[in-house]
């Protein structure tokens, strides 16, 4: 019997589908160039050109963000999550957490533990967001029993203070366009991680923003980690829209009480 795979769904799947409508597009264009002789043989050839370069660039584009969501990211995440030094007893918290990218691994790794996500599940950001699926993905991974999921906003998580060991978060805290809502759920994951506790954002931009602020809050240690090379291949073929890097710090362990 073939083994049953997790679904992670594909990331802006909206997006994802404009690049291959206009790569389709502008193919059909291409290959009627013959049809717009009419304008004449110099102006036919230029947006026959300018058709095929739309065609490549827009289909290699949504090629490029499918592989992302169906493998990169896959494939990615235990090198993500080794950035923080693991016990396998902590209480961890995925804030935007989707279909479970982060949340099962972190499980994997916790069998003494436990993995708490929290999400809005709005399909725009992800196909196929829904809690269900989440905990689909969960019994795939055989971490079922140690995974649990709340519907909440990054900006007021329903959890006391010091609640987790361990905060992340997976190309979320872009989704909120004003610096003062990302400034508020960078707030909120300090308050219910416990003191010693580690965080750490994955996402596309406004990694300094993040440092910047994790610093303010009293983070230790606080670093921003990227691929120096695929950072600038990301940044040249995407015009610089995605620039994909992980921010970790440590919060300040609470002084004792003499």
Avoid at 89 to 96: K, R
Wanted: aromatic share 8%; hydrophobic share 45%.
């Amino acid at each position: 019997m073939r083994r049953q795979r997790p679904s992670y769904g594909i990331d802006a799947s909206g997006l994802v589908r404009t690049f291959f409508v206009t790569g389709a597009s502008a193919l059909l264009v291409a290959l009627s160039a013959g049809h717009f002789l009419w304008l004449g043989g110099l102006v036919a050839g230029a947006l026959s050109a300018l058709a095929w370069i739309v065609s490549a660039y827009a289909l290699g584009m949504g090629c490029y963000m499918l592989y992302g969501s169906l493998v990169a990211k896959v494939r990615g995440r235990d090198q993500l999550l080794g950035l923080v030094p693991w016990s396998g007893s902590e209480a961890v918290l995925d804030v935007g957490c989707g279909r479970g990218l982060l949340l099962t691994a972190a499980a994997r790794r916790l069998p003494f533990g436990r993995a708490v996500g929290i999400d809005l599940w709005r399909a725009k950001d992800q196909s196929g967001n829904r809690s269900d699926a989440t905990l689909a993905n969960a019994r795939i991974e055989g971490v079922a029993e140690r995974v649990e999921v709340h519907t909440g906003d990054a900006r007021q998580l329903p959890f006391m203070e010091a609640s987790f060991d361990v905060v992340v978060s997976h190309w979320v805290v872009h989704n909120l366009d004003k610096s003062a809502d990302r400034a508020r759920a960078l707030e909120e994951m300090a308050r219910v991680l416990k003191p010693g506790g580690w965080l750490l954002i994955a996402d596309i931009e406004h990694h300094g923003e993040y440092v910047h602020r994790l610093n303010d809050l009293g983070f230790v240690g606080v670093r921003h980690v990227v691929s120096r090379f695929w950072d600038q291949v990301r940044r040249f073929i995407t015009f610089g829209t995605f620039r994909p890097g992980t921010v970790i710090g440590q919060k300040v362990v609470a002084p004792s009480v003499a």
